[in-house]
């Protein structure tokens, strides 16, 4: 694995902004999974919470207060207060998504509701008890990519299935994990704003085009001729900033990748290498176990959350 590069000052200078402010009581009032079917549109006219809406696979759109948004695996999308929302899932694959509704400020010692208004009509709807609040960074509709092996992607499936388990009941656990939540949200949403803002132009643009082809599994040669320089001059580039050659760095994108397509689908490990632009099984399941000290069909069955879609009863 590579090493992931120094803490720039303007992280540390902005730390601070972003934490969501500690005099609010945010709290999980609702989540759960919800696999959509091809013909069904599900709408809401107005609720009242801030969503984390999560693809975890197949894809579609979603409309929120009238914009409309592309869903795809892996996008994490947080939704504003007071939405209106129309779920329209793709015809041949629609998707399988995970969902936790947080109340940003839930008064403490009012009657514990672990439900959210979907309607106006709903008893809870414009509850003194529940507001929202200014999360820095999150004002309107935000998209973010989030893997399922990350701290964000880990805290919500463990939050969906607490309250799959528990129908949210326990109001002191709700409040922790709406603590979790907001702080572990506002680090992801720093760490994206702040990805790469520190390299050269040159290293951004090699970087960029990584993340996005890493499939296709790009040479040191054709990375120097993208950007008109030697190969010297990339090797450089990635060592001095980054502490790594652009071949490991490569490997990495790949393997995360990997790791994440492990947990989130039902692919073979063959095709998971293949999809990820290590095509050769024995040199893909060498890399993984070099890399992450275990094979691929083991890290699977240690930490895939569940071999199929799970058929739980939920909303979103």
Not at 63 to 69: A, D, L, Q
Not at 141 to 153: A, F, M, N, W, Y
Not at 159 to 167: F, G, L, N, S
Not at 180 to 191: M, N, S, T
Request: charged letters at 20%; a positive charge.
């Amino acid at each position: 694995m590579h090493s992931h590069h120094s803490v720039t000052p303007a992280y540390s200078r902005h730390m601070e902004c972003v934490q969501p402010s500690p005099n609010l009581s945010p709290a999980v009032c609702r989540a759960g999974y919800f696999q959509f079917s091809a013909k069904r549109i599900v709408r809401s006219s107005c609720i009242q919470s801030r969503a984390l809406y999560w693809c975890k696979s197949g894809c579609g759109k979603v409309s929120v207060n009238g914009v409309t948004h592309p869903l795809e695996p892996q996008d994490l999308y947080v939704l504003p207060w007071n939405r209106s929302i129309a779920h329209i899932p793709d015809a041949e694959t629609p998707m399988f998504t995970g969902h936790v509704h947080i109340v940003p400020d839930y008064r403490p010692g009012a009657e514990w509701i672990p439900n959210v208004p979907h309607e106006p009509n709903h008893l809870s709807f414009n509850s003194p008890d529940r507001s929202d609040a200014l999360w820095p960074g999150f004002k309107d509709t935000v998209r973010l990519k989030i893997r399922t092996d990350e701290p964000i992607g880990l805290l919500l499936d463990y939050t969906i299935r607490w309250y799959i388990r528990t129908h949210g009941s326990d109001e002191k656990e709700a409040r922790h994990l709406g603590h979790l939540i907001a702080r572990e949200l506002h680090r992801k949403r720093l760490d994206t704003v702040d990805t790469h803002s520190d390299y050269p132009e040159e290293l951004r643009r090699m970087l960029n085009y990584v993340q996005k082809s890493f499939h296709l599994s790009p040479t040191v040669s054709e990375l120097a001729k993208m950007i008109g320089r030697s190969r010297s001059h990339v090797l450089k580039l990635f060592s001095s900033n980054i502490g790594t050659s652009p071949k490991n760095y490569i490997v990495d994108c790949q393997l995360r990748e990997a790791r994440e397509l492990l947990l989130s689908t039902t692919l073979r490990v063959a095709e998971i290498g293949q999809a990820v632009g290590l095509s050769d099984p024995y040199h893909f399941s060498k890399l993984f176990r070099r890399h992450v000290g275990i094979p691929p069909s083991e890290f699977r069955r240690r930490h895939g959350p569940f071999s199929s879609t799970p058929s739980v009863p939920a909303s979103s």
